[in-house]
């Protein structure tokens, strides 16, 4: 399978071929991630090609599912390979020092309440120290595919760096706020807490919630901001429970 995408920066290609690394690595790991064949560029595109999987994205996150994909993260536990620190971003992200954040106080009054109540849970939390975890980064059900039930793949893995595992946890935890899903999701939540602790969680969940706010502002779907305004506050809820 070839995907190609325009150039987006001048190390475009280089964080390309640091992302072809990690998942020759963490193959080596038992992780389930295709193989990358090849990796190049012309004058405007980036491109990489990676093997084929009969296999199709998660339709619906089930019970069964979440907890295949638990498993799979605990496989990045201690695999870091490249110097590309998530935990470090997400700390920016949580404590508004991310250009692309700062400014969704003044998108409307629900916004800046809910922005408001992230910043004063992260306020004195310390920068993270270097952690040792493989993070995908975009662990969400469209980069999951399945078949017959199982977990064949995990793919969409260029943002991959180090950090900790937990926060691929939380990226897929924010996707089982449905009823069928409360058990996994209390389990996902033990998990997050056991990895970083609540001043780790309660960080994590902020850029989470922050950056789910932040693309459909920036790609004009304003009609789903409210129900991410309102996922964000029971997420928040939620961890504050477990305080």
Known sequence: MLKAVPWAHPDHLHETLRARRVVEHMRRCGYPTPAWLGVGATATHVWHLMDFVDAAPVP???????????????????????????????WRV????????AGLSGYSSVVSALVERLRLVCAD??????APDMVH????????????????A??????????TRA????????????????????????????VVGWEGAAVLA???????????????RHDVVAGVVERGHRA????????
């Open 137 to 152: 980064a975009d662990l969400n059900p469209s980069n999951v595919l399945v078949r017959d039930g199982a977990v064949v």
């Open 60 to 90: 619906e996150l089930t019970p069964s599912l979440v907890e295949q994909l638990m498993e799979i993260i605990e496989l990045q536990a201690g695999q870091a390979s490249e110097p590309y620190d998530h935990s470090s971003y997400a």
């Open 206 to 220: 902020a850029t989470q919630i922050l950056l789910q706010i932040e693309w459909p502002i920036r790609l004009g």
């Open 236 to 243: 928040l809820d939620e961890l504050n429970a477990l305080r």
């Open 94 to 101: 949580a404590t508004g020092q991310e250009a692309a954040v």
């Open 167 to 194: 926060t691929d946890l939380t990226t897929l935890q924010w996707h089982t706020f449905q009823d069928s899903l409360d058990g996994v999701r209390r389990r996902l939540w033990t998990r997050i807490l056991r």
């Open 125 to 130: 939390v310390p920068p993270p120290r270097e």
């Open 154 to 163: 995990v793919v969409d893995i260029e943002n991959a760096g180090s950090g």
